[in-house]
Structure formats: structure tokens, C-alpha cells
């Protein structure tokens, strides 16, 4: 009956040690915000914002607030693609945003007048900023 016991408790001690390192598992992301502005400076509230992985096809949709402000928390570290569209304005797309793990990323837009099926498309990205210590990161 011993030797039963200690059998027993051995397989319930392998399960639990192959599946509790699953349990803790984290995807490591970080925050990415930014303000839209129209060409003379002022908030655009209400903008549709959608920031797009490339190379998942993973989307993050959201809308500036009042004062023109978005944020998508518990972004992935990876390189997207920032597109904002509001009626009365071009489409404003932004490549190559890149953000990583535990640094908040920030990309500011400014929009221009014009229909929504005219876009500005930004290439080369935007410079990160450590919101932390105020200094641009290095891509």
C-alpha cells in the first residue's frame, strides 16, 4: 500500500511540475500612445486610430479622446503600423513603429485636409520616446 502511495504522489508531483511553468507565462509588451493634431496644431478628438502588426496581421483599434490622445495598452513587442482616419481628413499612415518590451512608445500624427481616400503614408518610422527619462531610443 506504501509503494502505491509514493507512486501516486510521484506522478502528481510530474504533472504539476510540467504544467506550472505554464501558468506563469507572460507575453512581454509595452504601451503605445500618441496625439493627432490637424495642420494649424488643434486636437483631433474622435480620430479612428488602428495599430497593425505586419507580420501577424494583429489589429488594436481605438479612438483619440477629447484632447486628440490615444493609448493601446499591452502592445507586443514588434514593428506596426499606425493608420488614424477621420471624415474631413486624409488618411494618415505611419511605418515602421517600432516598440519594445517595458518602453512606452509615442508617435504624434498630424492630419491633413482632405478626403479620406487620399492618405499620407509616414516611411521610416517614428523615433521612440522614453517617457521614463525623456530621451529618444535608438532604432
Do not use: H
Request: include cysteine; hydrophobic fraction near 40%.
Amino acid at each position: 500500500m506504501t509503494n502505491r502511495w509514493f507512486t501516486i504522489l510521484g506522478c502528481a508531483a510530474l504533472v504539476a511540475s510540467l504544467t506550472a511553468p505554464s501558468f506563469g507565462q507572460t507575453i512581454p509588451t509595452s504601451t503605445l500612445t500618441g496625439t493627432v493634431k490637424d495642420a494649424t496644431g488643434g486636437v483631433i478628438p474622435g480620430a479612428e486610430v488602428v495599430v497593425t502588426d505586419p507580420a501577424t496581421g494583429r489589429t488594436f483599434n481605438t479612438l483619440t479622446d477629447d484632447n486628440g490622445y490615444f493609448a493601446v495598452a499591452s502592445v507586443p513587442a514588434s514593428t506596426y503600423t499606425v493608420t488614424v482616419t477621420v471624415p474631413g481628413f486624409k488618411k494618415a499612415v505611419i511605418e515602421n513603429v517600432k516598440v519594445n518590451v517595458g518602453v512606452p512608445a509615442s508617435v504624434s500624427v498630424t492630419l491633413e485636409v482632405g478626403e479620406i481616400s487620399e492618405q499620407v503614408i509616414v516611411t521610416g518610422g517614428a523615433e521612440i520616446l522614453n517617457t521614463t527619462t525623456a530621451s529618444l531610443i535608438p532604432r
